[in-house]
């Protein structure tokens, strides 16, 4: 383990058994159909490489940055996208996916952003939910794992843009945060 973690909260037969069945899910309800599969860059790279590798539906892997700036407290916001999708999202089914789940507010912005470009549908799947009161009613419609509400490394989630490369979650040390 590192030694910047303190606790493990989902180890890797954990996640990929998760990730699998999350696959299955998601190729079941696109059967016969076509989706874009949009990466928020960079924590959900991980996660999203495994799950598309769990996906038999035609899956179209593309990507987006992005950065919310905003209160999580209103449900409104502004997202600042740093990098563009390559695909033209409209008229076709697009899934974004993130890593987790926090105040809500960057994944209900991409969503709505997309909508307005004119997809036929846009869902949304992230790996953490975190248990928290939000003041943003949406909700992903994949969740993979909820966790407390405690930050989180590993997995793509990183802090100061390390610790992205672990191949679990886990709770990062107070001293490791500066
Ligand atoms: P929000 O849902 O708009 O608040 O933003 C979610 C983003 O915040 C995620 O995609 C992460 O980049 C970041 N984030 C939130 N909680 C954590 C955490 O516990 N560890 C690492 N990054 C986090
Ligand atoms: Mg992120």
Excluded: W
Excluded at 115 to 127: E, I, L, N, P, T
Excluded at 149 to 155: E, H, K, M, P
Excluded at 164 to 170: E, K, M, N
């Amino acid at each position: 383990m590192h030694p910047d973690v303190k606790e493990i909260l989902l180890n890797e037969e954990q996640i990929a058994s998760r990730v699998a069945e999350l696959g299955a899910q998601i190729s079941a309800d696109y059967a016969g159909e076509e989706v874009i599969a949009i990466c928020a860059l960079n924590g959900a790279m991980p996660f999203t490489c495994d799950l598309v590798r769990k996906m038999e539906c035609d899956v179209i892997v593309d990507s987006i940055g992005a950065s919310s700036y905003g209160s999580a407290t209103v449900s409104s916001g502004v997202v600042k996208i740093t990098k563009e999708p390559k695909q033209d999202v409209a008229g076709r089914h697009v899934l974004i996916i993130d890593d987790v789940f926090d105040s809500g507010l960057t994944i209900s912005l991409l969503v709505d952003m997309l909508k307005d470009r004119g997809a036929k549908s846009v869902k949304s799947c992230v790996f953490l939910n975190k248990q928290i009161e939000r003041k943003v009613t949406y909700k992903p419609d994949y969740i993979g794992y909820d966790i407390p509400d405690a930050f989180v490394i590993g997995y793509g989630l990183d802090y100061a843009e390390k610790y992205r490369q672990l191949p679990y979650v886990g709770v990062i040390k107070p001293e490791a945060v500066k």
